[in-house]
């Protein structure tokens, strides 16, 4: 690429650091990585709770996982969509 030329990701070649990248996305949606914590979170307990389902069907334990990892990740997107309409709308000062 030529001096001449301006660059066409300025942001992408400042910041390097993958690291640095998550900060700043999780700062600006706090939201998205809790829900994605809570998702894994009841996958992980539903994987536990496979071997002790007692005589509860398997496609009926997979269902009810599903839906639980879905709702907690509905749940916290929507959080995070209210919060973001509460910040600019709310709290930003009126021009």
Do not use: N
């Not at 509860?56 to 995070?80: D, E, P, Y």
């Amino acid at each position: 690429m030529s001096p001449s030329q301006e660059s066409v990701y300025p942001d992408y070649e400042t910041e390097t650091s993958q690291t640095s990248k998550l900060i700043k996305k999780v700062k600006e949606t706090p939201f998205v990585p809790i829900g994605m914590a809570g998702f894994t979170a009841v996958v992980a307990y539903g994987l536990y709770k496979l071997k002790h389902r007692g005589d509860k069907k398997l496609s009926l334990h997979l269902i009810h996982m599903r839906v639980a990892a879905q709702g907690f990740a509905v749940g916290a997107l929507t959080c995070g969509v209210l919060y973001s309409m509460f910040r600019e709308y709310v709290v930003k000062p009126k021009e």
